[in-house]
């Protein structure tokens, strides 16, 4: 905390000659955090924040739109990755407006005892009468020295005062920033959770989706009870498909590297990485947020869709013939084996909680990534091609980062 109440404000601003006055005053009204009309001192942790702001503002106004929408289910996919998007662009804006406000607070503090000095020699140059008192001795030379002296002195002090002003000024921006973001964030926890249940009723209602073949539950049953890995589950598939018709997709092999990731989140755990309890698995391990919606990267035929092993729920996704993209852990699936899915369309949703405003709040504010509100749920992907396990890394766009 700059220390500055020893000189009264009366005293700090009261009139003063020429130059000494201004700049008494400028330094002083910023110490005291007054800040003129309009002053908005830009950064980027503030134009982050915005920047979000924005994103949730835009997929709120989406929302209507998307429910009457032709393809609601489209639309409202469109819409709940918007908010996604905007929410984490939040958390990460409130992160670095909080480490921005904290990295000027340290820099204000260690600087404490120089800006008390300024103030002080501030207070003394205002006390003086004229500036006659600068004459010097010597006669006119030394006067002019004297007053050059001056004058590099004054522009060090002006220089001194912009640089604070402009500090105490960005710090009443991001304070400002994040008093506001709890009205931004409260809209954008409430859009998702709209946008997330008129998905699920939307799907539910969609009866338009092309089949490939019909699910044989007893045969599904037979296969789940017979089998002990996710390899020979995956060969079996065949076996639980009535009545298959050819169906053509577009091919996904050219695509390899550069198809989008099912989910919004981050690699925790990479192909051939032993979990805690030293299992290695092929697939990577994405960390998510609570509730994040799960796509189907390309389209697809559902394979199978259900609890599978120790996998929790599993969408299995044909893409084309030999090649499976297997994703578990979800809590919500969506659409049946036979299924035929569009690039983009919804698959399911992972499980947790969604964070209340506090929490959120608080996560921005630290940084930190708690069980509430951070990326605590966890999506296993796997890709298979005749078979044979691949590393997600090579398919999926940006897993290798």
């Given at each position: 905390?700059?220390?500055?109440?020893?000189?009264?404000f009366?005293d700090?601003?009261?009139?003063?000659?020429?130059w000494?006055r201004?700049?008494?005053?400028?330094l002083?009204m910023?110490?005291?955090?007054?800040l003129?009309?309009?002053?908005?001192?830009?950064?980027?942790?503030?134009?982050a924040?915005?920047?979000?702001a924005?994103?949730i503002e835009?997929?709120?106004?989406?929302?209507q739109?998307a429910?009457?929408?032709p393809?609601?289910v489209?639309?409202l996919t469109?819409?709940?990755?918007?908010?996604?998007?905007g929410?984490?662009?939040m958390r990460?804006?409130?992160r670095?407006?909080?480490?921005?406000?904290a990295?000027?607070?340290?820099?204000?503090?260690?600087r404490?005892?120089e800006?008390?000095q300024?103030?002080?020699?501030l207070?003394?140059?205002?006390?003086q009468?004229?500036p006659?008192?600068?004459?010097?001795?010597?006669?006119?030379?030394?006067?002019?020295?004297s007053?050059m002296?001056?004058a590099?002195?004054s522009?060090g002090?002006?220089?001194?005062?912009a640089?604070?002003?402009t500090?105490?000024e960005?710090?009443?921006?991001?304070?400002?920033?994040?008093?506001?973001?709890a009205?931004?964030?409260?809209?954008?926890?409430r859009?998702?959770?709209?946008a997330?249940?008129?998905?699920?009723?939307?799907v539910?209602?969609?009866t338009d989706?092309?089949?490939?073949f019909?699910?044989d539950p007893i045969?599904?049953?037979?296969l789940?009870a017979s089998?002990?890995?996710?390899?020979a589950?995956a060969?079996?598939l065949a076996?639980?498909?009535?009545?298959?018709?050819?169906l053509?997709l577009?091919p996904?092999s050219?695509?390899?590297?550069?198809?989008?990731a099912?989910?919004l989140?981050?690699?925790?755990r990479?192909?051939?990485?032993?979990?805690?309890?030293?299992?290695i698995?092929p697939?990577?391990?994405?960390?998510?947020?609570?509730r994040?919606?799960v796509?189907?990267p390309?389209?697809?035929t559902i394979r199978?869709?259900?609890?599978l092993?120790?996998y929790?729920?599993?969408?299995i996704?044909?893409?084309e013939p030999?090649?499976?993209?297997?994703f578990?852990?979800l809590?919500?699936?969506?659409?049946?084996?036979?299924?035929?899915?569009?690039?983009?369309?919804?698959?399911?949703?992972?499980?947790?909680e969604?964070a209340?405003?506090?929490?959120?709040?608080?996560?921005?504010?630290?940084g930190q990534?708690?069980?509430g509100n951070g990326?605590?749920?966890?999506?296993y992907v796997?890709?298979?091609?005749d078979?044979?396990?691949q590393n997600?890394?090579?398919?999926?766009?940006g897993?290798?980062?």
């Amino acid at each position: 905390m700059i220390r500055h109440a020893a000189l009264p404000f009366a005293d700090r601003t009261r009139a003063t000659p020429g130059w000494r006055r201004g700049l008494a005053a400028a330094l002083l009204m910023a110490v005291a955090a007054l800040l003129p009309a309009g002053a908005m001192a830009q950064s980027d942790p503030a134009d982050a924040a915005r920047a979000a702001a924005r994103q949730i503002e835009a997929a709120t106004a989406d929302l209507q739109a998307a429910q009457d929408a032709p393809d609601r289910v489209a639309a409202l996919t469109e819409t709940t990755r918007a908010f996604e998007a905007g929410l984490a662009a939040m958390r990460d804006g409130l992160r670095r407006v909080s480490a921005r406000e904290a990295e000027i607070a340290r820099e204000l503090q260690s600087r404490e005892g120089e800006i008390a000095q300024l103030l002080g020699t501030l207070q003394v140059m205002g006390g003086q009468g004229s500036p006659v008192v600068f004459l010097h001795p010597s006669g006119p030379v030394g006067t002019a020295r004297s007053a050059m002296i001056v004058a590099d002195v004054s522009r060090g002090m002006e220089a001194e005062a912009a640089k604070l002003r402009t500090d105490l000024e960005e710090v009443q921006v991001l304070r400002q920033l994040q008093e506001s973001a709890a009205r931004r964030l409260s809209d954008g926890l409430r859009g998702v959770q709209e946008a997330r249940t008129a998905l699920s009723q939307a799907v539910s209602d969609r009866t338009d989706l092309p089949r490939k073949f019909t699910e044989d539950p007893i045969q599904t049953g037979l296969l789940i009870a017979s089998t002990e890995t996710l390899g020979a589950f995956a060969s079996g598939l065949a076996d639980i498909a009535e009545d298959e018709r050819p169906l053509d997709l577009p091919p996904v092999s050219a695509l390899r590297g550069d198809i989008p990731a099912p989910v919004l989140g981050r690699v925790l755990r990479r192909s051939g990485e032993p979990d805690a309890a030293g299992i290695i698995r092929p697939g990577v391990v994405l960390a998510t947020r609570a509730r994040a919606l799960v796509t189907s990267p390309t389209a697809a035929t559902i394979r199978y869709r259900g609890p599978l092993l120790d996998y929790g729920n599993v969408m299995i996704l044909e893409p084309e013939p030999g090649i499976l993209f297997v994703f578990a852990g979800l809590d919500v699936v969506y659409g049946a084996a036979g299924d035929v899915l569009s690039a983009g369309d919804p698959v399911g949703l992972m499980g947790g909680e969604d964070a209340d405003l506090g929490d959120v709040i608080s996560d921005g504010d630290t940084g930190q990534q708690t069980t509430g509100n951070g990326r605590s749920e966890t999506l296993y992907v796997e890709v298979r091609q005749d078979n044979i396990p691949q590393n997600p890394d090579e398919w999926f766009r940006g897993m290798k980062d």
